[in-house]
């Protein structure tokens, strides 16, 4: 199966995670799985770009974005060409490296 490598993030890993996942699994559920607290505020439904990742490895190995989803990235802050919605991003037979954005379009988040 697959390894997640999860690069540091200052609030939700600041150490990094790498953990392996099984194919066919969005990359953000595989996220939360870990308690990775990576935000999604449409609840991965594809209609906000809260979950917006950078797939630094193997994004080749993902599933095509749909027109939808290109359509919100172009909102997402920090874009970037590998850049995906983490909701609907699936696994797929390949190692991946990815970044959570420092910031996201919702900027007032709320801390618990």
């Known amino acids: 199966m697959p390894k997640i490598k999860v690069l540091p993030h200052p609030e939700l890993c600041p150490e990094g995670a790498e953990f ?3 194919p066919g699994v969005n990359i953000c559920r595989a996220l939360l799985d870990q308690e990775i607290e990576i935000e999604h505020a449409c609840e991965l439904s594809c209609a906000c770009t809260t979950c917006h990742v950078i797939v630094r490895e193997g994004f080749s190995s993902l599933n095509e974005a749909t027109d939808n989803e290109e359509d919100l990235l172009d909102k997402a802050w920090g874009l970037t060409a590998q850049s995906r919605l983490s909701c609907q991003a699936k696994v797929g037979e390949v190692d991946l490296v990815v970044e959570i954005p420092r910031y996201t379009i ?7």
């Open 106 to 112: 919702n900027h007032a988040r709320e801390h618990h």
């Open 20 to 22: 392996v996942a099984k």
